[in-house]
């Protein structure tokens, strides 16, 4: 059974700093593509970033560009979302998902399994 658990979410001040992590079990690891996604109240869930497979490549969405970096350790399974300067429109339930496929892409629909999200909340 695939898990994907998220953690490091809360209740930060803007301009702050907060980095997510997603442990992952019941899947070969290093054999997916990791991606980042948010949701806040009333929107879609937007892609925020994505990692590839050996980690060697990730993708931003421009929103979050220069602020966010991506990072995973396969020895781990486990994704990392560094958030720093957030900003009170980061405010969203992040989520991590994993896709078998070396292709990148910002669809939600793209991406096989998914955590349960972190809250995470920029106060102004």
């Known amino acids: 059974q695939v898990q994907l658990v998220e953690s490091g979410g809360g209740l930060v001040q803007s301009g702050g700093s907060l980095r997510l992590s997603c442990a992952a079990s019941?899947?070969?690891?290093?054999?997916?593509?990791m991606g980042w996604f948010r949701q806040a109240p009333g929107k879609e869930r937007e892609f925020v970033s994505a990692?590839?497979?050996?980690?060697?490549?990730?993708s931003y969405a421009d929103s979050v560009k220069g602020r966010f970096t991506s990072s995973r350790d396969n020895a781990k399974n486990t994704v990392y979302l560094q958030m720093n300067s957030l900003k009170p429109e980061d405010t969203a339930f992040y989520y991590c998902?994993?896709?078998?496929?070396?292709?990148?892409?910002?669809?939600?629909?793209?991406?096989?399994?998914w955590g349960q999200g972190t809250q995470v909340t920029v106060s102004s």
């Open positions: 019941g899947l070969t690891f290093s054999n997916y593509m």
């Open positions: 990692i590839s497979q050996s980690g060697s490549s990730t």
């Open positions: 998902a994993a896709r078998d496929s070396t292709l990148e892409t910002t669809i939600p629909t793209r991406y096989r399994y």
